[in-house]
């Protein structure tokens, strides 16, 4: 993917997917992941409230179900931004392998199988950083 701001009703990877300067907004049609993912937040373009995030998708917001998006199946990825699915189940199986500095917003997060999530690309700025905070579990290496 080329940089820029990508807006989709809904996404599902099954392959590689590259990017860099990459801000997604998912609509109501949701997110499903497999395969080599390797991507880095842009600035937003003229959504400045984008800058640093990845993949941004409100599902479930006003429904009766919690949704489920799920990365199952042998596959790496390195996400570098934040990953914003604060009304969603966000699972993690199989043999997934996460590395990078993703900062992970989810009303559920599962981790099951042999997922592993290695934060040592993050920076202490991120790490360190002081914000208001509710309810929040910071994974670190």
Known sequence: MAPGLY?????TVNGPLNGTGVNIIIGSGGFSGGGAITM??????????M???LIFDMEGKTASKTPDIKFTGQYTSNFNGAVYFPYAHL??????????????VA???????????????CSNTILNNVVAQARVVMLTN
């Open 91 to 104: 699972t993690f199986r199989g043999g997934a392998g996460l590395t990078g500095c993703m900062v992970v």
């Open 40 to 49: 880095t937040a842009g600035t937003g373009g003229t959504l400045s409230d």
């Open 7 to 11: 807006m989709f009703k809904q996404l």
């Open 51 to 53: 800058n640093g995030v």
């Open 107 to 121: 009303k559920v997060l599962d981790f099951g199988g042999n997922s592993s999530m290695d934060m040592s690309g």
